[in-house]
């Protein structure tokens, strides 16, 4: 249809002054402000269309401009037109350009295709009719976009009748749309995480790139153009090889996919379950699951298939396979060495190298195991032990005089002490026998040890069997009987002893008290 190039004021005043019959079209155009040929040129579609001044009162605006700009009759194309959602869903494919789709459609359509820039400007005219966000190009199996939705969704303990948020996690494909949810008890980095992984699992692979926001959860230290992962993530992403890219800060144009999933999940999943009463975060994500199938397997709108079928399609071929383990999640916790070796978790000690006795590490906790990082060295590991006040030490972090106290039993202490002689391995066993635990013993006989390295095995010998003799058989008697030579005496030679008192003048005689 012509498009009037004068208001349709003007128009009216044209025809009613073409009416009136005594002004020339020179005339009416100055009157009006307009050109001779626009006089001209309205005269000739009234005639054409049998539209007087008496008629044209009659119509309304849009009536009038029907019956004065009919449409032009349309010419038969010989052009046969491309199919645009089939160049819309190839450009996502790694290397494929419009000009290799443009070959290919006058290939197929030799003598009736469109030239390249017609071809160009048809595909770019009818993917503006599409929305914003997939106009954006995504090339297939290349980013995971993932968030979480704002609405969450309530939990109710059955026993007290408390309510808890859930919250919703969103992830979805660029090229496909191919979108997966959860909920989880929190938004904290273990929850992160692991609905990372669980949207890898429902993939069935690993994508080129992970784009998630710049939540603190998973950032340390959040930055516009260098960001710091968390430690978590950075394990995520090793553990899968898979990048990360996060989106800019305060920037959701940088990640428009996952922004339009979380819209979707909140009108076709969580919408529909805002009358149901959930009891367990497991009920809820049963529900989420069933309603998951039902929102991937829906038509597109604009284009064919849908988000299932365009998964099969274009992603799933190009995704990178899963690794044979599944990524257990860890949390962290920073300690201090105590002084002996040992660092508290949750009431149970664990062991260190003796060595970083007061040095600051930090502690690696998964379902099974603890590890105790330096440095970001792993220098222990542990299995995880529930049990409050206990000790889990490995013997190669102990020093080197602790581990030989640990290495020592009640049978190789009497084996020592016989080696020594009877007397000797007589008194080790009184240790063992006379204590209401072995080990309360090894000290006492591992002085006795000393006390051989001091005097030598015979003194200490000689000293047991005096020790013995006078119905003393402990480790200070001997000690003292060594230190005061009494083991080179026989045991029948009398003990000297001190006649009478020294003299002195502080000393009181018998006729003090009389």
């Not at 004065?68 to 190839?90: C, D, F, K, N």
């Not at 230290?221 to 989106?247: C, F, K, N, Q």
């Not at 979380?262 to 149901?276: F, K, N, T, Y």
Request: one cysteine or more.
């Amino acid at each position: 249809m012509p498009t009037p190039r004068v208001t349709m004021n003007k128009l009216r005043h044209t025809l009613q002054l073409l009416h009136g019959g005594t002004l020339s079209t020179r005339q009416i155009g100055a009157a009006l402000g307009i050109s001779k040929s626009t006089v001209s040129e309205i005269a000739s579609y009234a005639r054409v269309a049998g539209v007087d001044w008496t008629l044209a009162q009659a119509l309304s605006d849009e009536e009038l401009q029907a019956r004065l700009y009919r449409p032009p009759v349309a010419r038969q194309s010989q052009h046969l037109e491309p199919e645009h959602a089939h160049i819309h869903r190839e450009l996502r494919r790694p290397g494929v350009t419009l000009q290799l789709l443009w070959e290919e459609y006058q290939q197929q359509h030799q003598g009736q295709a469109y030239k390249y820039s017609a071809f160009c400007e048809k595909y770019k005219a009818w993917a503006r009719r599409l929305k914003r966000s997939m106009r954006q190009t995504h090339e297939a199996g290349d980013k995971l976009f993932v968030d979480y939705a704002g609405q969450s969704v309530p939990i109710v303990d059955a026993s007290t009748g408390e309510i808890t948020r859930a919250q919703v996690f969103v992830a979805v494909l660029g090229a496909s749309n191919y979108t997966y949810a959860c909920a989880t008890a929190s938004q904290k980095a273990p929850d992160w995480v692991a609905s990372i992984i669980a949207a890898l699992e429902f993939i069935g692979g690993v994508p080129r790139l992970l784009v998630p926001d710049q939540p603190r959860a998973l950032m340390s230290r959040p930055d516009r153009y260098e960001p710091t992962a968390h430690r978590l993530l950075d394990e995520l992403s090793a553990h899968y090889g898979l990048p990360v890219m996060p989106a800019r800060p305060a920037k959701p144009r940088d990640k428009p996919k996952v922004e339009v999933a979380v819209q979707v999940v909140e009108r076709w999943i969580l919408a529909r379950l805002r009358h149901q009463s959930f009891y367990s975060l497991g009920a809820l994500n049963r529900a989420i699951a069933a309603l998951l199938v039902d929102l991937n397997q829906r038509a597109f709108k604009k284009l064919p298939g849908c988000r299932a079928s365009a998964f099969a399609e274009l992603d799933a071929p190009l995704l990178r396979p899963l690794p044979a383990v599944r990524m257990q999640i860890a949390r962290f916790k920073r300690a201090r060495v105590n002084i002996d070796y040992h660092v508290e978790l949750d009431g149970h000690y664990y062991s260190v190298p003796h060595a970083l006795v007061g040095q600051a590490v930090e502690l690696r906790i998964t379902a099974s195991t603890v590890e105790v990082l330096h440095a970001s060295k792993r220098v222990a590991a542990h299995v995880l032990n529930a049990r409050r006040g206990a000790h889990t030490t490995a013997p190669e972090h102990m020093p080197a005089s602790h581990r030989a106290h640990l290495e020592w039993t009640p049978a190789k202490l009497i084996a020592w002490g016989e080696r020594m002689g009877a007397a000797t391995a007589a008194v080790v066993r009184w240790q063992m026998e006379h204590r209401q635990h072995p080990e309360q013993g090894y000290r006492s006989c591992l002085g006795l040890m000393r006390l051989a390295r001091e005097y030598g095995s015979e003194r200490l010998e000689a000293a047991c069997a005096r020790a013995q003799a006078i119905r003393s058989p402990s480790y200070k008697s001997i000690a003292s009987i060594l230190g005061c030579g009494l083991d080179q005496r026989p045991l029948d030679a009398p003990i000297p002893t001190q006649a009478s008192l020294p003299l002195h003048e502080n000393l009181r005689g018998p006729g003090y008290y009389h």
